[in-house]
């Protein structure tokens, strides 16, 4: 069954730099489309960044410039995240599709922005 784990969170400060990396452990699937949302306490779900398999990526404005999104293969995705600021503070959730009808999502990565 597919398993996406999530790994990179953390604390850091303003102005910092955090890598989130997430591959699916446990299924052989590939996934057409990868990507990142974001939820903060009190605030709706955001969609940060994702890529689909032929390298096509939609982006959140705010993130443009600080984050790059990447996939090395059908089963992972990474965003690079630079020049971080408080109101980056969220859990970070991998999603996945399959046969653009299947989603899968993992649990989540805290990430957290203060000095």
């Known amino acids: 069954q597919v398993q996406l784990v999530e790994s990179g969170g953390g604390l850091v400060q303003p102005g910092g730099s955090l890598r989130l990396s997430c591959v699916d452990s446990?299924?052989?699937?590939?996934?057409?489309?990868m990507g990142w949302y974001r939820q903060a306490p009190g605030k709706q779900r955001e969609l940060v960044a994702n890529?689909?398999?032929?390298?096509?990526i939609n982006e959140e404005d705010s993130v443009k410039g600080r984050f790059t999104i990447s996939r090395d293969n059908a089963k992972n995705v990474n965003l690079q995240m630079n020049d971080l600021k408080p109101e980056d503070t969220a859990v970070y959730l991998c999603?996945?599709?399959?046969?653009?009808?299947?989603?899968?999502w993992g649990q989540g990565t805290q990430v957290t922005v203060s000095s």
């Open positions: 999603y996945a599709v399959r046969l653009g009808r299947h989603v899968y």
């Open positions: 446990g299924s052989i699937y590939s996934f057409d489309v």
């Open positions: 890529m689909n398999s032929g390298g096509f």
